[in-house]
């Protein structure tokens, strides 16, 4: 039973396409997060959630838009796809108290041609 | 502000000997520190944490990494290295209230047979 899982894993669109991708975790945890690994592998933080509220947005392009329905799931919705937004997208999950590690998802491979 | 640095993008090794991958942290706060193994294609996994209890830490497949407050270092370490290790790891760090990792920019491990 996968504890955070993301569709899709692959996505390939075109530029200027909008595009969503979606979290679960069925761990129980309060807070979600996105991660962008860029070509070099370089994993940056886009965004965390604490039981639906953000409380992290690190100057993401407001094309990037995350939502939160219930504190289980964290989509990523993105507009205007650029050829810049091709990366590696991860989710992941923890409880909210520091020294507590994150779960990842598989992530999602986008690219945009 | 907090950051990690992990010495050497890429690090080769027999098959056999002894893996060792750097990791350094800037902070003034205690940090949480974490190693993560990610496989090709696939999320991050968590090998090990430290969070201030015991300073040598032992994690899953045989690695162990030791928080060294006064060198502000956490090397990973395993004793003889298995083809199955060769993975990009990442050194992380958080800490209390952050709600969110940071990693260092990641390494590359390749085992030769």
């Known amino acids: 039973d996968t504890a955070v899982s993301q569709t899709p894993k692959y996505l390939v669109t075109q530029m200027g396409n909008d595009k969503s991708i979606k979290c679960e975790q069925n761990?129980?945890?309060?807070?979600m997060y996105w991660y962008k690994q860029d070509s070099k592998k370089f994993l940056k933080i886009m965004f965390s959630?604490?039981?639906?509220?953000?409380?992290i947005n690190e100057t993401v392009p407001n094309r990037f838009s995350p939502k939160s329905p219930d504190k289980a799931h964290l989509n990523l919705h993105i507009n205007s796809l650029e050829l810049g937004d091709s990366a590696v997208y991860f989710c992941?999950?923890?409880?909210?108290?520091?020294?507590?590690?994150?779960?990842f998802g598989q992530g999602t491979r986008l690219t945009v041609v | 502000a907090q950051s990690v640095t992990q010495l050497g993008s890429h690090v080769s090794v027999s098959e056999g000997a002894l893996v060792l991958l750097r990791c350094n942290y800037s902070s003034s706060v205690p940090p949480y520190l974490f190693w993560y193994v990610q496989y090709p294609n696939q999320g991050l996994q968590l090998l090990l944490k430290?969070?201030?209890?015991?300073?040598l830490v032992k994690g899953i497949n045989g690695f162990e990494a030791e928080f060294k407050k006064s060198e502000t270092s956490f090397h990973l370490t395993k004793p003889s290295a298995h083809m199955s290790d060769a993975a990009e790891y990442f050194c992380?760090?958080?800490?209390?209230?952050?709600?969110?990792?940071?990693f260092g920019q990641g390494t590359r491990l390749t085992i030769n047979p």
């Open positions: 992941a999950s923890s409880q909210l108290t520091g020294g507590t590690e994150a779960f």
């Open positions: 761990l129980g945890h309060d807070t």
């Open positions: 430290y969070t201030s209890a015991a300073t």
């Open positions: 959630y604490n039981n639906k509220e953000l409380i």
């Open positions: 992380a760090v958080s800490f209390q209230g952050a709600q969110k990792l940071v």
